[in-house]
């Protein structure tokens, strides 16, 4: 079955292309969940991703997309009231599922676009009113990174929050130091920058932020971090795991630590600049605040006021599809997606194809 050699090759922000051998791999036989078997598969995937996430900590798999990570971080980690960063879709829907869970919790809040600033951050947190602070690395919907290790070092002012980080499209794109920046629980779903299929995410806990969940009630049941950690003591899951997934994860940390994790940075560094690049020789514009622009995905702005579905339509006729902008701001930018294992080559052809379909129109 050749099928998947003819697809539209994804560039969108996640999904994205996942490479034959890592779906080969979810085709393994089944194993049993308490088998020594699984646990040796879990022992070695949750090594490697210690590794790629340069920290000591306990790091948990989930079987669910990253927002279940959302809810097990407000229910677990929020007690007295959290603060939370909205820059975008995807902090705003973070600050929602705080809120939906009945937890006391305020918003910063920029105009999409713009970056999270420490200052911002530092003003809110100096009240002492938080407890928990909800902080998104890569906001996807608006290309926008904000500034992690600068707001780390603020947070370290403020020993009682549980700094809790969302890092789901960026996590393996752009360098994350758990350890170094004091991050309490950092999470990410793998259909982003890990280049894998949707289904699973991963979550680091640190002594903090266990320590928070036992003085918490109704931390929930599916969720609790407390059965994570009892259950990860045994290289475990509390309930069930999405083994095939975990097979294909394991693989793909291992082709990340041959690749060298400095050399995947500076890959997506390159592709990003690349892109930015032909952003502007083509006459658009970046709709990201300067210097705070994402390595794993450009957001343009359609300043030129192009038929955004149209040049969609016209890439999926070449085999290939990038993403409308998010939400409101949909024809008016539009998002190209450049992580996980898609390499220059890739990116040469994508926007080959995008100014061969733009200088057609004229
Ligand atoms: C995709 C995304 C999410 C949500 O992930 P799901 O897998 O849809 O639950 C959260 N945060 C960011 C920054 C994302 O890019």
Redesign the pocket.
């Known amino acids: 079955m050749d099928s998947w050699k003819k697809h539209v090759r994804l560039f969108i922000?996640?999904p994205v292309e996942v490479s034959p051998e890592i779906l080969d791999e979810m085709g393994r036989p089944m194993i049993g969940h308490r088998s020594k078997a699984y646990q040796d598969l879990h022992a070695s995937t949750v090594e490697k991703l210690k590794k790629i996430l340069f920290t000591e900590n306990d790091v948990h798999l989930s079987a669910s997309?990253?927002?279940?990570v959302?809810e097990a971080c407000v229910r677990n980690c929020i007690k007295k009231k959290a603060l939370a960063c909205v820059c975008g879709a995807?902090?705003k829907?973070?600050y929602q599922v705080a809120i939906e869970n009945g937890k006391e919790c305020d918003k910063i809040e920029v105009e999409w676009g713009k970056a999270i600033k420490p200052e911002m951050i530092d003003e809110k947190l100096s009240t002492g009113e938080y407890d928990s602070l909800l902080f998104?690395n890569?906001?996807?919907s608006t290309g926008v990174a904000s500034p992690l290790y600068e707001i780390a070092e603020v947070v370290k002012k403020y020993p009682d929050v549980v700094f809790m980080v969302?890092a789901?499209?960026s996590l393996t794109g752009m360098k994350l130091e758990v350890d170094k920046l004091g991050i309490d629980v950092c999470l990410a779903?793998t259909?982003?920058a890990f280049a894998l299929p949707?289904g699973l995410?991963i979550f680091t806990v640190s002594e903090k932020a266990y320590k928070r969940a036992e003085s918490v009630p109704n931390r929930g049941h599916y969720f609790d971090f407390l059965g994570f950690r009892k259950y990860g003591q045994k290289n475990q899951t509390p309930s069930t795991p999405a083994i095939s997934q975990i097979y294909a994860l394991n693989l793909q940390l291992e082709r990340m630590l041959n690749e060298g994790m400095e050399n995947r940075f500076k890959r997506h560094a390159q592709m990003a600049e690349f892109t930015r690049k032909w952003v502007i020789d083509s006459g658009f514009e970046l709709f990201t605040e300067k210097g705070y622009e994402s390595n794993t995905l450009t957001t343009v702005l359609n300043n030129k006021g192009i038929d955004v579905n149209e040049l969609i339509s016209k890439l999926v006729d070449k085999g290939m599809i990038i993403g409308n902008g998010y939400g409101e701001l949909k024809n008016k930018t539009f998002r190209i997606a450049h992580m996980g294992d898609t390499t220059m080559d890739d990116m040469k052809e994508l926007l080959n194809n995008m100014s061969e379909i733009l200088e057609g129109e004229k």
């Not at 997309?65 to 279940?68: I, K, L, P, R």
Request: hydrophobic share 30%; aromatic share 14%.
């Open positions: 922000p996640g997309s990253a927002t279940g959302f995807f902090s829907k973070w998104v890569n906001e996807t969302d789901v499209s779903g259909q982003k949707p995410a």
